[in-house]
């Protein structure tokens, strides 16, 4: 039986929290907020093929914040894009898993880590698909820090200006980056207007809320001409209480204890 959207999302989590434990790695906060996104994406979404990760009229997803592997390697091997095993060696020396996203993984377009270099990526795909007259949509997910980098301002420029409709980008506006509130750090806010004024078409959606990323994301573009931008509010650490809205879990490995309680706390969830 194919697992709900709610049920693909737990199961995600749990690896997760399992192989940045296991590797002592960092970002499991940075997971745990778009698991809810990703497994949407994968369930009800994106067209693609786990049996042709290279099938040529495939949606193109890239994971922008790269930091965020594990829970994006969870989710292809749920739906079945490499085998489940592959992930008990995430972060190992020599393991094709590696703790920012790699394109020698099947499922994955391109490596990124380094923050800023998604939207870019995903803009020459788009137009290249428009220029070529090829079906396939973009989608690119970014964090909310990583939109202090200028390259994603030339490119949100960029893509208003060639009216790629076919790009999707979604933000990943859990409020908190390395070192800091977003807020803080370098304030975002009035984020929403910023977008449109560079002519994208947004929504602003509650990223937890599996009905209404569904209903967002399958009524794409929002506009004809214009890229769509979901800015999608959540929580970093989501589904595990003594991570959410934690600051320290940007960079810090759940101990052994930690790893037990989270996990029972997602076994619990309805």
């Avoid at 996203?101 to 020459?124: F, K, M, R, Y």
């Avoid at 820090?145 to 933000?171: C, P």
């Avoid at 937890?208 to 399958?218: K, P, V, Y």
């Amino acid at each position: 039986m194919v697992p709900t959207s709610q049920q693909l999302a737990k199961i995600i989590r749990s690896h997760a929290l399992k192989m940045v434990h296991q590797a002592n790695a960092s970002h499991i906060g940075s997971c745990l907020s778009i698991a809810d996104i990703l497994a949407v994406l994968y369930n009800k979404i994106l067209r693609v093929d786990s049996r042709r990760s290279d099938w040529p009229e495939r949606d193109r997803f890239i994971l922008s914040k790269g930091h965020a592997a594990a829970i994006l390697y969870a989710v292809l091997a749920e739906k079945g894009f490499f085998p489940k095993e592959w992930l008990k060696d995430y972060c190992k020396d020599g393991a094709l898993l590696t703790g920012h996203i790699s394109h020698h993984v099947p499922g994955v377009e391109v490596s990124t880590g380094s923050l800023g270099h998604g939207l870019p990526i995903a803009c020459g795909m788009a137009l290249a698909a428009k220029r070529d007259g090829k079906p396939y949509r973009v989608f690119a997910l970014l964090s909310d820090g990583e939109l202090d980098e200028g390259s994603n301002w030339e490119a949100i420029l960029f893509a208003g200006h060639h009216q790629l409709d076919n790009l999707t980008v979604i933000v990943d506006y859990n409020k908190i980056q390395s070192f800091g509130t977003v807020k803080d750090v370098l304030n975002l806010e009035p984020l929403a207007e910023k977008w449109k004024s560079f002519g994208w078409s947004v929504r602003e959606i509650n990223g937890h809320d599996f009905e209404t990323i569904e209903t967002t994301l399958g009524n794409l573009p929002f506009e004809q001409n214009r890229p769509s931008v979901v800015i999608a509010h959540t929580v970093k650490g989501k589904g595990i209480s003594f991570m959410e809205n934690k600051l320290e879990w940007h960079y810090k490995s759940p101990k052994d204890e930690q790893l037990k309680d989270a996990l029972n706390e997602l076994e619990k969830e309805s």
